[in-house]
């Protein structure tokens, strides 16, 4: 089998480019430190200690962090083979069960025609983020959901909400702190708007959650390609007519965002409190379309999510990295043109936590600790 083959079934198991470089570079060594790995699949220490605890959870490596320096060992391949395999035994069953629909989730579109269940369905789908919610709703029906945009908030998801019509809190920290990153407040009606991690959603006109007689209606949609252009509606048309009431304060470092507003949000805040945050980016060149990581300092972020806004269109979200190399990089978030990056995953850092010289410091004590052993040796 050859190496492209092979790469492209390991994928199929969920591991990413670097993942598989990794993991083929570990079943190399057998058995390594992870500067060797990191010399060997071309990344950071710090993107292997990161891989190899995600490896590690899935049954492909053991992290031997009882020893000094740390070492990785790829577990034998019958052994991981035989892991996977009672894995897809595992999920047969529910398969199965499930085979019978006839329309996939993703193209679901589903007519609403009850303000009950259309904030039943808001409710549900709050619980389910797992990256970001947009989200319009008029002032009076927000006590329905803050339980559910609360939750979201504690589980790290980006919350940006626009509360609507003549019922908006006057009392930011009594009506709506806690509840959303950023919330912004509209004295108009406007159309109840929601969209979950850019995949699914509901739209509903003022109307239907108003009055019990109308015969108004809502959707409910699970399409991926329909949701961004929700969000750049939202972003583009209703964002910038509401007025800022309340933003949260940056989440606590280190912290890694798969979702790349938020990376932006949270980068934005701490360059406005007059830090430099320092970051790791894993993604891809944008005109070569090849796999690249960038550690180094953000000296500006292009944003319209937060006051003062500093994007050129809507949709901009970008960041400005300068690597250690004294490079600077534009990096964007998926489906990136305009940047020279587009990342899949970003890790934030204070600028005082970069660890080593060749960014094997992990930012956490233990990371440290095994950053500075390999150093010494």
């Known amino acids: 089998m050859d190496d492209r083959t092979l790469n492209d079934l390991l994928r199929r198991f969920g591991l990413s480019d670097k993942e598989v470089d990794t993991y083929l570079s570990l079943l190399a060594h057998g058995e390594a430190k992870a500067s060797t790995v990191a010399d060997a699949a071309g990344v950071s220490k710090r993107y292997v200690y990161s891989v190899s605890e995600s490896l590690a959870e899935r049954g492909f490596v053991e992290v031997n962090d009882h020893v000094v320096p740390t070492t990785i060992r790829a577990n034998p391949p019958d052994e991981v083979i035989n892991r996977l395999r009672s894995d897809v035994d595992a999920i047969r069953p ?32 709050l619980a389910d ?38 019922d908006v809190p006057d009392d930011v920290e009594g009506g709506v702190d806690g509840v959303a990153n950023v919330v912004r ?7 109840t708007l929601l969209t979950v991690d850019s995949a699914t959603g509901v739209v509903a006109p003022p109307a239907l959650l108003r009055r019990a007689d109308t015969d108004r209606q809502a959707i409910h949609f699970a399409q991926e390609q329909l ?128 660890g080593d010289a060749d960014g094997g410091g992990r930012g956490d004590t233990e990371g440290g600790e095994r950053g500075d052993a390999e150093g010494d040796e």
């Open 94 to 125: 529910g398969l199965e069960e499930r085979f019978s629909r006839t329309e996939r989730e993703t193209e679901q579109f589903e007519v609403i025609k009850s303000r009950v269940t259309v904030m039943k369905r808001i409710r549900s789908l």
């Open 227 to 354: 949701a961004p252009v929700i969000v750049g509606s939202f972003l583009g048309n209703y964002w910038p007519a509401a007025t800022e009431v309340a933003t949260a304060a940056p989440a606590a470092l280190p912290t890694e965002y798969a979702n790349f507003r938020h990376t932006v949000f949270q980068a934005t805040l701490r360059l406005r409190d007059g830090e430099t945050p320092r970051v790791t980016v894993g993604g891809r060149w944008t005109a070569a379309d090849e796999p690249v990581e960038i550690t180094g300092r953000v000296v500006e972020s292009k944003q319209g999510m937060v006051e003062p806004t500093t994007n050129e269109f809507p949709v901009e979200h970008s960041l400005v990295v300068e690597s250690d190399d004294g490079e600077r990089v534009t990096v964007g978030g998926q489906g990136a043109f305009v940047e020279d990056v587009e990342a899949d995953l970003v890790r934030i850092e204070a600028a005082d936590e970069r």
């Open 129 to 166: 983020a797992d990256s970001e919610v947009a989200l319009s709703i008029a002032g009076e029906h927000l006590p329905e959901i803050r339980e559910a945009l609360a939750a979201a908030v504690d589980r790290g998801v980006l919350v940006l909400l626009i509360v609507s019509g003549d």
């Open 185 to 191: 407040a509209w004295g108009e009606a406007m159309p």
